[in-house]
């Protein structure tokens, strides 16, 4: 009677042990790729924001020539006004607000789109070397967005599957370890845009 007693403690204890180890690493794992994210994510409002920085040096610069389009400029600085208010927290990193936030960027990326169409129109201004770095400038930040922006998927990706496997997926229930929103490509990007310049 006495061995079947010990058994059943040995078993319920190896049991408790195994239980132990796989909670432990299982939630352990779960914090160092959440960390990564939450890292990842700030990368990416770290080259947004050196963005915003960028966009004031840019509309001073343009509204010193004369008859500048003023709609266009005002069109930009609205734009950044609405992307500075857009912030996400690291805690709710959720697809929504994600869509949120990349709505507010991409009304900016519109605007400056649409500003450097208009300042084909203005030869002197092209010709502008502060003019021609912030330009430089702006590409190069924009390349870095797309950089630091696949990276943050490439850890979302990485972090959701792993929540997502067995047995991963019961403590990730258990601690609230929720899946992460993704980046999502514009609707078209896949086709090149069509540029018409018109005849007026």
Same mark, same amino acid.
Request: charged share 20%; no cysteine; glycine share 4%.
């Given at each position: ?11 319920v ?6 239980l132990y180890?796989s909670?432990?690493?299982s ?6 790729k959440?960390?990564? =994210? ?6 990416v409002e770290?080259v947004?924001q050196?963005? /915003? %920085? &960028?966009?004031p040096?840019l509309v001073n610069?343009v509204k010193g020539y004369?008859?500048?389009?003023q ?5 930009v ?5 609405h992307?500075?208010?857009v912030?996400?927290?690291p805690?709710?990193?959720?697809q929504?607000?994600?869509?949120q936030?990349q709505a507010?960027?991409?009304?900016l ?6 500003l450097m =169409?208009?300042?084909e129109?203005?030869?002197?201004l092209k010709?502008?070397?502060?003019? /021609? %770095? &912030?330009?430089?400038?702006l590409?190069g930040t924009e390349n870095r ?6 990276k ?9 599957t792993y929540i997502r ?5 019961i403590w990730?229930a258990?601690?609230?370890f929720d ?5 999502e ?8 845009p069509?540029v018409?310049?018109?005849?007026n």
């Amino acid at each position: 009677m006495k061995s079947k007693t010990w058994i059943t403690i040995g078993i319920v204890v190896l049991v408790a042990v195994i239980l132990y180890i796989s909670i432990k690493g299982s939630y352990n794992k779960m914090v160092q790729k959440d960390e990564a =994210v939450t890292s990842q994510w700030a990368n990416v409002e770290n080259v947004y924001q050196r963005r /915003l %920085d &960028l966009i004031p040096n840019l509309v001073n610069t343009v509204k010193g020539y004369a008859n500048f389009e003023q709609q266009t400029l005002t069109q930009v600085v609205e734009a950044r006004a609405h992307a500075t208010q857009v912030k996400v927290s690291p805690e709710n990193l959720n697809q929504e607000s994600i869509q949120q936030f990349q709505a507010a960027q991409n009304e900016l990326s519109g605007a400056l789109s649409r500003l450097m =169409v208009v300042v084909e129109q203005y030869p002197e201004l092209k010709a502008n070397q502060s003019f /021609l %770095d &912030l330009q430089a400038q702006l590409e190069g930040t924009e390349n870095r967005i797309a950089i630091e922006r696949n990276k943050f998927n490439e850890v979302v990706r990485d972090y959701n599957t792993y929540i997502r496997r067995f047995p991963s997926n019961i403590w990730a229930a258990l601690f609230n370890f929720d899946k992460r929103g993704y980046f999502e490509s514009e609707a078209g990007a896949e086709k090149a845009p069509k540029v018409d310049f018109g005849t007026n």
